[in-house]
């Protein structure tokens, strides 16, 4: 059994990732994320995913190249589709956020021991009167 209510069941989402081409976007996707790309060259900052629902193409395109039955979200496209493009991250509050990657400021590298200048010749010039005693 199992009533079905008139609403379609939520599209699985790895069978709708699996049906999109792994070597190129289709024409919906190439559109959206021209889009996106768009959106996100308008501010410098991370922009929150509710921000990028309110725009009406972004929000057209959204509709219509995702299944509306919530199975895939804009969140869960972006990351694995156009995630080399733009970076998806969590803001202190938890909120995914968006951004053109290459546009923020990347966290520093882990500090490693800096190699000495070019041109010194050995260690410094303390003069050879032996270190402090031990």
């Known amino acids: 059994g199992g009533k079905s209510g008139g609403k379609k069941p939520p599209v699985d989402k790895e069978e709708w990732f699996a049906a999109l081409p792994s070597d190129q976007l289709t024409g919906e996707e190439a559109m959206l994320r021209e889009a996106l790309l768009d959106w996100l060259a308008q501010s410098p900052r991370p922009r929150?995913?509710?921000?990028?629902?309110?725009?009406?193409?972004i929000q057209r395109l959204r509709n219509a190249l995702l299944p509306g039955s919530g199975g895939v979200l804009l969140q869960d496209w972006v990351v694995r589709r156009v995630g080399g493009e733009i970076d998806v991250q969590k803001d202190a509050s938890g909120q995914s956020e968006l951004s053109l990657r290459g546009a923020t400021p990347e966290p520093p590298p882990p500090t490693t021991p800096a190699p000495p200048p070019p041109g010194g010749k050995g260690g410094s010039p303390a003069g050879g009167k032996g270190g402090a005693p031990a």
């Not at 929150?48 to 193409?57: A, G, M």
């Open 48 to 57: 929150k995913f509710s921000e990028v629902s309110q725009d009406p193409k």
